[in-house]
């Protein structure tokens, strides 16, 4: 069972992925990228991993993804339906990336071993532990990134609205 719930998770984010870089509207693409960090989270969620889980919906689904679509809307000139015209080098794009998939299979199938640490996960609560980290010993680097996080979109805002010459 567990089998086929990855797979759903799996081809949501990797539908709403190609929705992302497919779609015309640039508004729709920001929403299919909020789509997308929601099934990734899913799949944290199935490797046991939900602190990472909930900062995935948290960050990228709820800070990043509205920031975004606050800067489309912020920042759009003329209307939405053409703000992303198709691009004519598909090609290239679709080259460079069976040539990056080529060369990732190649080094997954050369290296058999691919453990990092010589034995299990053995702490209980990493949940408990890693926020403990992040809100102690990681504190300012922590803040650091809401404070630029505030600034980026203040800098949108101002951007949007654009700044008069005093005369």
């Given at each position: 069972m567990s089998t086929i719930v990855f797979f759903i998770f799996a081809i949501l984010a990797v539908a709403a992925a190609w929705g992302v870089v497919t779609s015309k509207n640039i508004v729709h693409s920001a929403l299919f990228l909020a789509l997308t960090f929601v099934g990734v989270a899913a799949l944290y969620v199935m490797l046991n991993a939900e602190f990472i889980a909930a900062v995935q919906i948290l960050v990228y689904t709820g800070a990043v993804s509205i920031m975004v679509v606050f800067a489309v809307m912020l920042?759009?000139?003329?209307?939405?339906?053409?703000?992303?015209?198709?691009?004519?080098?598909?090609?290239?794009?679709?080259?460079v990336a069976g040539l990056v998939f080529v060369m990732?299979?190649?080094?997954?199938?050369?290296?058999?071993?691919w453990r990092i640490l010589e034995g299990p996960w053995t702490i209980q609560n990493s949940t408990a532990a890693l926020s403990n980290l992040?809100?102690?010993?990681?504190?300012?680097?922590?803040?650091?990134?809401?404070i630029l996080l505030?600034?980026?979109?203040?800098?949108?805002?101002?951007?949007a609205k654009g700044v008069r010459e005093n005369k």
């Open positions: 920042t759009l000139r003329g209307d939405v339906g053409e703000s992303s015209p198709e691009n004519k080098k598909w090609g290239w794009g679709l080259f990732i299979t190649a080094v997954i199938l050369t290296n058999a071993d992040l809100l102690t010993n990681y504190m300012i680097p922590f803040e650091a990134a809401a505030t600034v980026a979109l203040v800098g949108a805002v101002i951007l």
